[in-house]
């Protein structure tokens, strides 16, 4: 006991030490996992698996759909933060709760959620078919699940933004004839700008990389509905391996850049607060 | 009618009243204060006043209109707070002209036509009266904290509204700004005719600045005023103390004669009568063997010359005492004096006296001086007091 006090709670070397090891063995083995894949296949395969015209339609499908969620998010996402962070009142919490709700459940369930609820045999469904609006095996469907998967991630970036900014400097800026809409494009919006570049680039990796509950609305149907992830997964049930390989890697790209824009402009919010 | 009037507002906060009928009225072209102790609801008042904060019941009148319901934005009253909080994304002249390019205000200045310079003209302008000029480009993280607060000054004033509510803008400067800032927001309310209403804890703020003062204490409007007639005739032993002022004694009236226009007092130290009495000016209201209090301000005790026969100024209410500290302050000596060693029957004096004055009575602590209380500088207080016309 003795030795370890001495060796460790006492002596900042060796703490430093094995705070690194344990980090850097960490971050190699991950490295090499991911990367694995690039491994498996050779480059000439892989060039001509990329020259497959299946592969960039479910690739142009993916981004198409997580762009319009982006969009649909920006339009949700700013009322629902502003209520959040600026009205604050006896019911936040259940909001916030609600809100965030998404992040934690199975995306397989919300998925299956969906599904149930916009099915012909909910009443809730029946409307929308009986509209001509189909939630189900369409794109639509995607839309909403991915929409319900990655509005937290937005909203919570957005809200956090948000609250860091100065609530007297919003009062002083009410007395000098500001409207609470002015206040939001002028000082709210500006201030959050890089928390609401961090939210966009979250929710929209969140939602290209999204599989399970996409799977449950989509029907696979190829050209149509079947994004990135899900002809992954297809591809690997037929045995395809150098075809997964290829959207694999694309997506893993994809979710690297993405998740670099996000860090840069998280981390750009942080240091000029 | 006044120019603002505030009537009967009452405020609570988790069940704990902070302001009970609280009504006021002040005057246009007027500086007016609000002085309390922190955390006495001032800032509510003025929080009430500009919209932000809802009252419980009352209602405030701007130019006869009711505002008390309106939106902060609609109604035409600046605030300044005692954080510049200028906008981080804008730079200076746009921090500025924030207020000018608001719809609102938009509409407001294209009433009137006869001034059609352009918002850049205005902003300097305004930015040349406050002596900032040259700092359009900078953005407020640049600049200093007086400069700032000037900034902020001049974003109230440019949107030119009916009223600016200051909430103690000085308490975060170093003691040179504050001086600046004081003089210009003088100098500035002269030339524009700006009605503001300040709120501080800052006596010095109040009788630099001031046409009028109001002190709100345990939330009600205690007393109101001239600055100069508070501080030298409280009415409360309350405001006496607030106004900073230090010699407080009880006494027991012992003689009135308004005839020899003379009031004799006793001094009832720490409970029990001694010898000790004072003479001052007949004032009325008052009868033989009332309990009083009785004020007056150190500046008022005239510590005498030794080497010199008391003039007929000075030949009244003399005591002798000794210097028990004496401490250089920013401005005056601090003297204390104490009349006996013995506890019970000692009275003590603070006297605040310029420094050459001192050196030039060569005085030091544990000296014996001779000191006189100016007759006419003795005010008396009555104990029972009536506040807002009942009898407390």
């Given at each position: 006991?003795?030795?370890?006090?001495?060796?460790?709670i006492?002596?900042n070397?060796i703490?430093?030490?094995?705070?690194?090891?344990i980090s850097?063995v960490?971050?190699i083995?991950?490295?090499?996992?991911?990367?694995?894949?690039f491994?498996?296949t050779?480059?000439?395969?892989?060039i001509?698996e990329?020259s497959?015209?299946?592969?960039?339609?479910?690739?142009?499908?993916?981004?198409?759909?997580?762009?319009?969620v982006?969009?649909?998010?920006?339009?949700?996402?700013?009322?629902?933060?502003?209520?959040?962070?600026f009205?604050?009142?006896k019911f936040?919490f259940?909001?916030d709760?609600?809100s965030?709700?998404?992040?934690t459940?199975?995306?397989?369930?919300?998925?299956?959620?969906?599904?149930?609820?916009m099915?012909?045999?909910?009443?809730?469904?029946?409307?929308f078919?009986?509209?001509g609006?189909?939630?189900?095996?369409t794109p639509?469907?995607?839309?909403?699940v991915?929409?319900?998967?990655s509005f937290?991630?937005?909203?919570n970036?957005?809200?956090?933004?948000?609250d860091?900014?100065?609530?007297?400097?919003?009062?002083?800026?009410?007395t000098?004839?500001?409207?609470?809409?002015e206040?939001?494009y002028?000082?709210?919006?500006?201030?959050?700008?890089?928390?609401?570049?961090?939210?966009?680039?979250m929710s929209?990796s969140?939602?290209i990389?999204?599989?399970?509950?996409?799977?449950?609305?989509?029907g696979?149907?190829?050209?149509l509905?079947?994004?990135a992830?899900?002809?992954?997964f297809?591809?690997?049930?037929?045995?395809?391996?150098?075809?997964?390989?290829?959207?694999?890697?694309l997506?893993?790209?994809?979710?690297?850049?993405?998740?670099g824009?996000?860090k840069?402009?998280?981390?750009?919010a942080?240091?000029?607060? | 009618?006044?120019?603002?009037?505030?009537k009967?507002i009452n405020?609570?906060f988790?069940?704990?009243k902070?302001l009970?009928?609280?009504s006021?009225?002040?005057k246009?072209?007027?500086?007016?204060s609000?002085?309390?102790?922190?955390?006495?609801?001032?800032?509510?008042?003025?929080?009430?006043?500009?919209?932000?904060?809802?009252?419980?019941?009352?209602?405030?009148?701007?130019?006869?209109?009711?505002?008390?319901?309106?939106e902060?934005?609609?109604?035409?009253?600046?605030?300044?707070?005692d954080?510049?909080?200028?906008?981080?994304?804008?730079?200076i002249?746009?921090?500025?002209?924030?207020?000018?390019?608001?719809?609102k205000?938009?509409?407001?200045l294209?009433?009137?036509?006869q001034?059609?310079?352009?918002?850049?003209?205005?902003?300097?302008?305004?930015?040349?009266?406050?002596?900032i000029s040259?700092?359009?480009?900078?953005f407020?993280?640049?600049?200093s904290?007086?400069?700032?607060?000037?900034?902020?000054?001049?974003?109230?004033?440019v949107?030119n509204?009916?009223?600016?509510?200051?909430d103690?803008?000085?308490?975060?400067?170093?003691?040179?700004?504050?001086?600046k800032?004081?003089?210009?927001?003088?100098?500035?309310?002269?030339?524009?005719?700006?009605?503001?209403?300040?709120?501080?804890?800052?006596?010095e703020d109040?009788?630099n600045?001031s046409?009028?003062m109001?002190?709100?204490?345990?939330?009600?409007?205690?007393?109101?005023?001239?600055?100069?007639d508070?501080?030298?005739?409280p009415?409360?032993?309350?405001?006496?103390c607030?106004?900073?002022t230090?010699?407080?004694?009880?006494?027991?009236?012992?003689?009135?004669?308004?005839?020899?226009?003379?009031?004799?007092?006793?001094?009832?130290?720490?409970?029990?009568?001694?010898?000790?009495?004072i003479e001052?000016?007949?004032?009325?209201?008052?009868?033989?063997?009332?309990?009083?209090?009785?004020?007056?301000?150190?500046?008022?005790?005239?510590?005498l010359?030794?080497?010199?026969?008391?003039?007929?100024?000075?030949?009244?209410?003399?005591?002798?005492?000794?210097?028990?500290?004496?401490?250089?302050?920013s401005?005056?000596?601090e003297?204390?004096?104490s009349?006996?060693?013995?506890?019970?029957?000692?009275?003590q004096?603070?006297?605040?006296m310029?420094?050459?004055?001192?050196?030039i009575m060569?005085?030091?602590?544990?000296?014996?001086?001779?000191?006189?209380?100016k007759k006419?500088?003795?005010?008396?207080?009555?104990?029972?007091?009536?506040?807002n016309?009942?009898?407390?």
């Open positions: 006991m003795q030795i370890f006090k001495k060796l460790f006492r002596n070397k703490f430093d030490i094995i705070v690194f090891f850097f960490f971050f083995s991950l490295a090499l996992i991911l990367s694995g894949i491994f498996q050779s480059l000439k395969i892989f001509s990329l497959n015209i299946h592969l960039w339609n479910s690739i142009f499908l993916s981004f198409k759909l997580s762009s319009l982006v969009l649909i998010n920006l339009i949700i996402g700013i009322p629902l933060s502003y209520i959040l962070s009205k604050k009142n936040s259940l909001l709760l609600i965030t709700l998404p992040l459940m199975s995306p397989l369930v919300i998925g299956f959620a969906v599904l149930i609820t099915g012909p045999l909910n009443p809730i469904g029946k409307f078919i009986s509209h609006i189909k939630f189900v095996f639509q469907g995607i839309v909403l991915q929409l319900i998967i937290p991630f937005f909203v970036i957005l809200k956090e933004s948000f860091s900014i100065n609530r007297k400097m919003i009062n002083l800026s009410k000098l004839g500001a409207s609470s809409f206040i939001l002028k000082i709210i919006l500006p201030l959050s700008f890089n928390g609401l570049l961090a939210g966009i680039a929209w969140r939602s990389g999204e599989y399970a509950a996409t799977q449950m609305v989509s696979v149907i190829p050209n509905t079947e994004t992830p899900i002809e992954v297809v591809k690997t049930s037929y045995g395809n391996y150098p075809a997964a390989i290829a959207i694999s890697a997506l893993m790209i994809i979710s690297f850049m993405s998740l824009v996000f840069f402009f998280y981390y750009r942080k240091l000029t607060k | 009618m006044d120019f603002l009037e505030v009967n405020k609570s988790k069940n704990k902070i009970k009928d609280v006021f009225s002040i246009k072209g007027e500086i007016s609000i002085f309390g102790y922190s955390g006495e609801g001032k800032s509510t008042v003025l929080s009430i006043i500009c919209g932000l904060l809802k009252q419980d019941s009352g209602d405030v009148f701007l130019n006869g209109k009711n505002i008390g319901k309106m902060p934005y609609e109604r035409s009253i600046s605030l300044v707070m954080e510049p909080l200028l906008f981080p994304n804008m730079n002249m746009e921090n500025i002209a924030f207020g000018l390019k608001l719809n205000n938009k509409a407001k294209s009433l009137h036509k001034n059609k310079k352009s918002v850049k003209d205005i902003v300097l302008n305004i930015m040349d009266i406050l002596g040259g700092l359009e480009n900078r407020p993280n640049e600049i904290m007086g400069q700032s607060q000037r900034i902020s000054l001049a974003r109230a004033i949107t509204p009916d009223i600016i509510l200051m103690e803008p000085f308490s975060n400067l170093d003691i040179i700004s504050k001086t800032v004081r003089s210009l927001i003088k100098k500035i309310q002269k030339e524009l005719k700006i009605t503001i209403l300040l709120v501080t804890h800052d006596i109040i009788m600045l046409d009028t109001f002190i709100l204490n345990k939330g009600y409007i205690q007393e109101f005023g001239n600055p100069e508070i501080i030298k005739k009415s409360s032993w309350d405001t006496a607030l106004m900073g230090d010699n407080i004694f009880e006494g027991k009236i012992m003689s009135v004669d308004k005839k020899n226009n003379k009031i004799t007092i006793y001094f009832k130290n720490n409970g029990s009568d001694n010898d000790w009495y001052c000016y007949y004032q009325p209201e008052f009868e033989e063997n009332e309990d009083v209090y009785f004020v007056i301000r150190p500046e008022d005790i005239i510590i010359r030794e080497d010199r026969m008391p003039s007929n100024a000075v030949k009244e209410n003399h005591f002798k005492g000794k210097i028990t500290s004496a401490v250089f302050t401005r005056m000596m003297i204390l004096i009349t006996s060693e013995n506890q019970l029957g000692n009275i004096f603070k006297v605040l310029p420094f050459h004055a001192y050196e060569k005085l030091s602590a544990g000296k014996t001086v001779s000191i006189s209380l006419s500088a003795i005010h008396i207080i009555k104990k029972k007091q009536h506040v016309g009942k009898l407390q």
